[in-house]
């Protein structure tokens, strides 16, 4: 749980989401990174998914421009989650930055 908190960064004090701003997908314990590809509204924006690769001990990041646009609203949680998904159930997205982690254990 901790991380979910550490990597939600829609917290009192982030900045306001902006085109090209990372954003992290939370897939239970895995992690995908996205880009603001449009921000629609102050509640509602839109991501792309980026491309990856590892370089040494680092991940690169490369903006997708064939990837196809997800809309997401904020909730009240302070997540960012596609809209058409419930709140409790629906995939979280954190801004601020991406990150990309695969948990072979699952």
Known sequence: MIGLIANNSN???MPAPV???GAIAHYVS???P???AEVLSEKKIAVK???YSRVGEEWKFYP?????KIVLSLRKNGWWIPVG???KDGLRFGLGK???YYDPHF
């Open 34 to 36: 996205y880009s603001v």
């Open 11 to 13: 917290v009192v004090g």
């Open 85 to 87: 998904e419930s709140m």
């Open 64 to 68: 997708n421009p064939l990837a196809g």
């Open 49 to 51: 998914a980026d491309n």
């Open 98 to 100: 991406r990150d990309y």
């Open 30 to 32: 895995d992690r995908r």
């Open 19 to 21: 085109v090209g701003m």
